[in-house]
């Protein structure tokens, strides 16, 4: 009982750092320059010398801050994911408890790497360590995060996408007795852009099924929801070039 | 009745107008400025009319057939507005903000992430190794 309540509080309370160190989402943005920047440091570092003591607990060091990075980049904006439904919110709070218990162990790494006290077989136990979790469970976990973020995204852009399809097909029955635009040859660019939206909302809704195939986010294969987000996200991106080829056969009925 | 009548008027028949008046009149008459159409003087000015009255008729016509063609041209030209939803720019600004690369971008940066930290954690292990 006391478990169950402390794990509680714990979400409320990363919930309200994440609000409180959240920017406005009103997109999902790739990758902050504050996260390239650490990777890059990462990056240098690996093509430089690190034989000293001192270059090799500053690459640990570096790695723990890029790992922090990451984590705090994802808790942002799994916290800024509003309106969820309850199985949504329950796997979202899943996702924050794990990424805060994966602070709690860069913090101890941290401690750990800054100990002055600390030999070359800590450092290069501390280092394994650190290379093990993330090949087991930290880089995995990051990926489903994304995916999880995306399929619910993807509604969005679903929603978007389909408003556009609405009113193009009113704009086309209005213009239906103008005698510069032939409605027929503008009709296969708008089935084909229908015919796509479909099947996205058809992969979008096999996504979601996956996002639940397990009770826990550590089990679902995260290289099958990658396929099935990405499906998804290249079917909405089809049906608006056959918008735009749509607009450029407008252009060339009306000798623009 | 007819007959009181005639001889009533009977005795004005006589009557006529003074000389002075005749002569004054006359002077009238002949000092007032004459009108007349000469044969050409007519056949100038009924040419005119024609012409005038069948440029009236001309400016007439092309009005009506002005104002049909401008429906027509409105019918025309409001095609495009009535496909605004097609407005390759309104497309390329939603288009832009889906970015649809975002979802691809992210799930590349965390693969060169994680491969970038494991060769460098297996440098610093390898160089422990060497000591």
């Keep these: 009982m006391k478990q169950i309540y402390s794990s509680k509080l714990r979400i409320l309370g990363i919930l309200i750092i994440g609000v409180f160190l959240m920017l406005p989402y009103f997109k999902v943005n790739a990758q902050s320059e504050a996260l390239k920047s650490a990777l890059k440091e990462v990056t240098d570092i690996k093509d430089s010398n690190i034989e000293s003591p001192e270059s090799r607990v500053s690459a640990i060091l570096k790695i723990i801050d890029l790992s922090r990075l990451e984590v705090e980049d994802l808790i942002k904006k799994l916290s800024s994911l509003e309106n969820l439904d309850k199985n949504y919110s329950d796997l979202r709070d899943s996702f924050l408890s794990i990424l805060s218990d994966y602070l709690i162990y860069l913090d101890n790494a941290e401690i750990e790497a800054n100990n002055p006290e600390l030999s070359p077989d800590d450092l290069k136990l501390l280092a394994n360590n650190l290379k093990q979790w993330r090949d087991a469970k930290y880089n995995n976990t990051l990926k489903k995060t994304v995916n999880f973020i995306w399929v619910l995204r993807e509604a969005d852009l679903l929603d978007t996408a389909h408003n556009r399809l609405d009113k193009i097909s009113t704009d086309l029955k209005k213009a239906k007795n103008s005698r510069f635009i032939k409605i027929a040859d503008l009709m296969p660019p708008l089935e084909k852009a229908t015919t796509l939206l479909k099947e996205a909302k058809m992969s979008s809704k096999l996504a979601h099924e996956l996002l639940f195939a397990t009770t826990t986010p550590e089990n679902y294969k995260s290289s099958t929801l990658d396929d099935v987000v990405e499906e998804t996200l290249s079917k909405i991106k089809s049906a608006y070039q056959e918008f735009f080829k749509m607009n450029s056969l407008i252009k060339e009925m009306l000798g623009l | ?131």
């Design chain 2, 1 to 131: 009745m007819e007959d009181r009548l005639n001889k009533a008027l009977k005795p004005f028949k006589a009557i006529k107008p003074s000389a002075d008046f005749m002569r004054y009149s006359r002077a009238e008459i002949l000092a007032t400025k004459q009108k007349f159409f000469s044969a050409r003087r007519s056949w100038h000015w009924n040419f005119w009319s024609s012409v005038k009255f069948a440029s009236s008729l001309t400016l007439a016509t092309l009005l009506v057939l002005i104002v049909i063609g401008g429906l027509s041209y409105f019918n025309l030209n409001l095609a495009p507005t009535l496909l605004t939803e097609l407005d390759k720019e309104s497309l390329l600004r939603e288009a832009n903000s889906l970015d649809f690369q975002i979802h691809l971008k992210e799930l590349k940066y965390y693969d060169d992430s994680a491969k970038e930290v494991a060769a460098l954690l297996d440098q610093v292990t390898e160089n422990e190794t060497n000591l």
